[in-house]
């Protein structure tokens, strides 16, 4: 086997994100861009000879040749076997789960999450660890400096392979084997919740779900797991077939993209019971009940309050995580149940090493993400499973199984208001106009609201003690309230400002006021505080959720 050395020159801003180098796919197609970046990965890894690579993605526009040039680099950087989930797709939840199982040195995921796809949407790389995890700063800052003095990539002369076929193959000396892309996946599945009880839920005349994949990489996943192991009937789960630009639709399990679903729950002659989808990499979740959206703060906090009915986390849970950005109702449950919640930044790498320690078993965060130590991502389908097996044991609706928590622990209203697509130069302006003012902030009042705190999130991990700084602005108010400004890394074009917002409200007979009327001095605050409107232009959010 002949290595090529193909000359290449850096490009400016290939520096990953939260979750890996996101741009759009004109991007990602220049010649030698994904070249450059690859090898930038390979570069900064060491002991890789010889041993194994998990690849795959979540089939979107451009995934199936990216992997075709990943393998002859992956060749020529000396691994020695490729796991590639057939016709190139793999879940990030999956792909976590084949890394931990068949303990391979790391794995390469294709998505850009729960953005759009299609010849001008998005594309993602990321490199996940040894633990399945997605790789911490410290490697992908050393990735992003090897970017910028890159010189020459290396590559081998081999024809594309067939991914549609399991079984293995050869590209040059290394092994490729194409694999199921559920089988791994739905068999840790099954171990953890009690799917004999799901299934006679399932077959109940009195209950039926829906699940919307979106288009999007879970709908084989769905498939297997809900109709044709547990049984539910045929035609369950809905957009179910992966499509390069998931259908014109954009991927995002929120009620915004995923009115349908929501406006099908809220239809009594719809005769459904339950909903939820699922995002582009299957990572993300939305939980619905009868005409009721549950959260995914709300959601985090009821997963952790009704652990003891689920069979692998029956025996306890050693802690929670939540990214700094949620909302603090699994705070009150964790303070309950006598268990530490951890604090953190967003990103799942930041809860690899809480869970890899021993120290958090649930973790979640606000943008529909949850998940738990037996993968090192989130899971989109883990949590549908869970809150499943909740409604099979406790035989509620789920609205009523998130109310009855409201009148134990109290509510934290809460929402998020994105600003997409605005001036990077804008949003850096915001937040830094922001920062100069913290020292002002607290004892300050608007409209009656106090402010007891202001500051610029700042983390320092119990672990290994790596220090995370500037990790969002949080304006802290009296009983609990709290406004958050951050930037979010996952998007492709200018800035996203995402502003959060929470209010507790312990007393029962003001649980049901709507979302936004309940936060409405929070998002006047929000504005006088931020000027977002002057400074951006925008006079409201491009999407609430």
């Not at 690849?55 to 995934?63: A, K, T, V, W």
């Not at 068999?187 to 009880?197: C, G, I, K, Y």
């Not at 509510?411 to 208001?417: A, D, I, P, Q």
């Not at 009042?445 to 500051?455: K, T």
């Amino acid at each position: 086997m002949q290595v090529i050395s193909v000359p290449s020159a850096p490009f400016a801003g290939q520096k990953p994100g939260t979750s890996g180098l996101r741009k759009k796919v004109t991007v990602f197609r220049q010649e030698r861009y994904l070249e450059n970046f690859v090898q930038s990965i390979f570069d900064t890894l060491s002991g890789q000879q010889g041993q194994t690579l998990v690849l795959g993605g979540d089939g979107r526009y451009y995934n199936d040749v990216a992997i075709q040039t990943i393998l002859r680099m992956a060749a020529a950087a000396g691994f020695g076997r490729v796991l590639v989930g057939r016709d190139g797709i793999l879940s990030t939840p999956a792909a976590s789960a084949v890394i931990r199982k068949w303990r391979a040195f790391g794995g390469i995921i294709l998505s850009a999450s729960h953005n759009a796809g299609g010849p001008d949407g998005d594309f993602g790389i990321k490199y996940n660890l040894g633990n399945g995890g997605p790789a911490n700063e410290a490697f992908t800052d050393a990735v992003y400096r090897r970017t910028l003095e890159i010189s020459a990539y290396n590559s081998i002369d081999a024809p594309d392979i067939d991914l549609s076929r399991l079984g293995e193959l050869r590209v040059g000396d290394m092994i490729v084997n194409i694999i199921d892309p559920v089988a791994d996946y739905a068999e840790l599945l099954e171990s953890l919740f009690d799917f004999e009880r799901i299934a006679a839920l399932l077959a109940r005349p009195d209950f039926r779900m829906r699940f919307d994949a979106m288009h999007a990489v879970t709908g084989p996943y769905a498939r297997a797991i809900l109709e044709d192991r547990l049984g539910a009937p045929a035609g369950t789960v809905v957009n179910g077939t992966p499509l390069p630009d998931f259908g014109g639709g954009h991927p995002d399990p929120n009620p915004v993209y995923a009115a349908e679903l929501v406006a099908a729950l809220a239809d009594g002659s719809s005769g459904l019971s339950f909903g939820a989808a699922s995002d582009g990499d299957g990572d993300r979740n939305m939980i619905v009940g009868r005409g009721f959206v549950v959260s995914p703060s709300d959601s985090l906090a009821v997963l952790a309050a009704n652990h003891a009915l689920i069979p692998a986390y029956a025996g306890g849970l050693a802690g929670v995580a939540r990214s700094m950005p949620t909302s603090c109702a699994v705070d009150r449950v964790a303070a309950a149940l006598g268990i530490p919640c951890y604090e953190t930044p967003t990103g799942w790498k930041y809860f690899g090493s809480l869970l890899d320690a021993g120290k958090a078993t649930l973790c979640g965060e606000e943008s529909a993400g949850t998940g738990s130590d037996h993968v090192r991502e989130k899971d989109g389908l883990w949590a549908v499973l869970y809150w499943l097996n909740i409604l099979a044991v406790r035989d509620l609706p789920a609205d009523v199984i998130v109310r009855e928590h409201w009148q134990r622990f109290g509510r934290n209203v809460y929402s998020r208001h994105d600003y997409e697509g605005i001036d990077t130069a804008k949003g850096d302006h915001l937040m830094n106009e922001l920062r100069s003012r913290l020292p002002q902030l607290p004892g300050a009042e608007f409209a009656g609201l106090h402010i007891v705190s202001a500051d610029d999130f700042a983390y320092t991990d119990p672990v290994d003690g790596s220090r995370s700084e500037c990790q969002g602005i949080r304006i802290l108010l009296d009983e609990g309230s709290r406004v958050v400004f951050r930037l979010s890394g996952t998007g492709t074009e200018g800035a996203t400002l995402r502003v959060y917002l929470e209010r507790y409200v312990a007393d029962p007979d003001r649980h049901e006021v709507p979302t936004q009327e309940a936060l409405a001095p929070l998002i006047g605050l929000a504005e006088a505080v931020a000027q977002i409107a002057a400074i951006t232009g925008r006079s409201e959010p491009d999407v609430i959720s």
